[in-house]
Nanobody
């Protein structure tokens, strides 16, 4: 599985961005997907996850109500819609994939994921 994240950029506080992560291969629908972020000098942290069918999602408390994860299995793509962005959201955002045993599975730890994209930088100015 190869993942490519894109859609990052510079945005003012309060603005919105949508990140996309495209996957190669024909088995995208068998993988749970996640978004993580890493700010300079900090550890990689969980942002949001979605089950392989898209029925189940889970988000970190820090982004609940502002960020939404979704996926389109026909397009082999997972999205992260980010609204009401704050300067503290500034980070490199990574998408990740993990083969899901069950339809409702999702994962929140970086160690749970086997495949990672290259990251896309999001900068939120105050």
């Amino acid at each position: 599985v190869q993942l490519q994240a894109f859609g990052g950029g510079l945005v003012q506080a309060g603005g919105s961005l949508r990140l996309s992560c495209a996957s190669s291969g024909r088995t995208f629908s068998r993988y749970a997907m996640g978004w993580f972020r890493q700010a300079p000098g900090k550890e990689r942290e969980f942002v949001a996850a979605i089950s392989r069918g898209g029925v189940t999602t889970y988000s970190a408390d820090s982004v609940k109500g502002r960020f939404t994860i979704s996926r389109d299995n026909a397009k082999n793509t997972v999205y992260l819609q980010m609204n009401s962005l704050k300067p503290e959201d500034t980070a490199v955002y990574y998408c990740a994939a993990q083969f899901a045993v069950s339809s409702g599975s999702y994962y929140t730890s970086p160690g749970d994921y086997s495949y990672w994209g290259q990251g896309t930088l999001v900068t939120v100015s105050s």
